[in-house]
């Protein structure tokens, strides 16, 4: 012990009497050498903002057209620049085929293709595609699904031999659906438990009613998924999985010659089973306006959604639609967005988008707000939204927004996955197979003219359903008196009864 505090005390005294390091003395500047900005708030480079790049000129690829021998539709564009392959089947059919009380049917079948087949389970196929450095993914739609598979270009071949196995051979096992079903259960949970799900979901609701799938959300309600069964999952894999309601897409480095026999070996002997008959759906009936509230205790922040009926991808109108919106409230300078976030400081940011589907999907205008204030941002949203209606546009929000639609478009290409995704959307909508060629020309004939008559026609504020979700007993009085229409009750799944019984206790 001794000899360590001796140790210790010889090494302070060296650091004490080390010597300290002396500064470096500035650099002179060089001769002639123009000064740097040193980055102060009041720099005189801060005066003028950077000019922007130069633009990138982007045309968006058009599709070969092929078919196989069963009349099952490919469509192929080549990309030699990395040697990758992305396929995607696509259907058109997804949330809207599902019958009454089995919301979420189409996705629960998805989910379940790559849980196992006659010849592989699901651990074998997790194992092929990760061995041969394969990517699978599939996702359902409110009128159409898509199963897609990305591959290294000289392993397509055993990749395509799982894929189609999956997409046309799925067990669903008993054990793997019911286990499935937990887990879905469990995503509804926190997705109840979610405010702007919430705000999202009793919209679709209140929008399309208790008759249609859109009234609901595309992953089910906790009814709906324990009242799928096995049976149900069978049944729609087998009436809507046939080469008559599909089409194949594939992007990527490899060309037509040897991508045919690829497909005709997997796919080529696929057979259409018996046709479905065509779903029905009703159509809400109109009704006076009320006020929707589902009670959020102690919230910091209300979520507001607006909505109603909107218009289909393939409508006349569709282009001075998506302009006017995206003045409305899709881009971050709109007027939405510059009067609640940037003028009232109501919110981090408000929106409102057109989902346009074969039939009219929604359309939404939403965000969340700051409690206190959530009355105040409602009547700034109508406000907007009326004043949208009467068509009146600036030169430089038509210029701003026409060039906003277009510069989205490039990004809808960027991998060989994102282009097959854009390319079967297109296809499962009815639309054209040149439509993003033509996109830019189709945004830019857009004229203030067309833009007035879009809002005129397809706005309608004094209609539209409002959902609010909030703490109640602090939000309701306030709202009342905005004389919107009056205030009806309903819990986080759409529920009127059960949120009046819950009330009342």
């Not at 949203?381 to 906003?404: H, N, P, Q, Y």
Request: with cysteine; glycine share 8%.
């Amino acid at each position: 012990m001794k000899s360590l505090l001796c140790t210790l005390s010889l090494l302070v005294a060296c650091a004490s009497s080390a010597p300290k390091a002396q500064p470096r003395p500035a650099q002179a500047q060089a001769p002639g050498a123009s000064a740097q900005p040193q980055g102060t708030p009041d720099s005189s480079f801060r005066a003028r903002p950077p000019p922007p790049g130069t633009a990138v000129e982007f045309h968006a690829p058009i599709p070969t057209q092929l078919v196989l021998r069963n009349g099952l539709p490919v469509f192929l564009i080549e990309r030699h620049d990395i040697p990758l392959v992305s396929v995607a089947i696509a259907l058109r059919s997804g949330a809207d085929t599902e019958p009454p009380g089995k919301a979420g049917l189409s996705s629960f079948t998805l989910d379940l293709l790559d849980e196992g087949t006659p010849a592989r389970d699901a651990a074998a196929i997790a194992r092929g595609f990760e061995d041969l450095g394969a990517r699978y993914g599939s996702a359902s739609e409110a009128d159409s699904s898509r199963v897609s598979v990305t591959a290294i270009s000289d392993t397509l071949g055993p990749v395509l031999d799982i894929f189609a196995d999956v997409v046309l051979h799925p067990q669903f096992r008993a054990a793997d659906v019911a286990r499935v079903r937990v887990e879905r259960l469990g995503e509804i949970a926190q997705a109840l438990d979610d405010p702007q799900s919430v705000g999202r979901n009793v919209l679709s609701r209140v929008v399309f009613g208790e008759k249609h799938p859109w009234g609901y959300p595309r992953e089910g309600t906790v009814s709906s998924v324990k009242a799928i069964s096995r049976k149900d999952i069978v049944a729609w894999h087998e009436a809507w999985f046939r080469p008559s309601n599909a089409a194949l897409f594939v992007v990527g480095d490899i060309d037509a010659a040897t991508l045919m026999p690829l497909l005709e070996m997997r796919f080529g002997g696929w057979k259409d089973g018996r046709p479905p008959k065509g779903a029905r759906h009703q159509r809400p009936r109109k009704a006076a306006r009320v006020v929707t509230l589902v009670d959020k205790p102690g919230a910091p922040q209300s979520q507001i959604w607006i909505g109603e009926i909107g218009v289909s991808s393939s409508a006349p109108d569709i282009f001075p639609v998506r302009v006017m919106n995206n003045i409305l409230g899709l881009s971050f300078n709109s007027r939405l967005n510059g009067n609640l976030r940037t003028e009232h400081g109501y919110s981090y940011g408000v929106f409102s988008f057109y989902y346009a589907h074969r039939e009219p999907g929604p359309f939404v205008a939403a965000g969340g707000v700051i409690t206190e204030k959530t009355a105040e941002a409602l009547a700034e949203f109508m406000k907007e939204l009326t004043k949208m209606k009467s068509g009146e546009v600036s030169d430089d929000e038509l210029a701003e927004a026409k060039d906003s639609l277009v510069r989205t478009i490039p990004a809808l290409f960027a991998s060989n996955d994102q282009t097959a995704g854009a390319c079967a959307r297109v296809w499962a909508e009815g639309l054209p197979v040149d439509y993003y060629a033509t996109y830019q020309d189709r945004v830019q004939a857009v004229t203030k003219e067309a833009v007035a008559r879009a809002a005129r026609k397809r706005l309608h504020p004094q209609d539209m359903a409002i959902v609010v979700v909030g703490p109640s007993a602090q939000i309701a009085p306030r709202l009342e008196r905005l004389e919107l229409g009056r205030i009806e009750l309903r819990d986080a799944e759409g529920e009127a009864r059960k949120a009046v019984s819950a009330a009342a206790q």
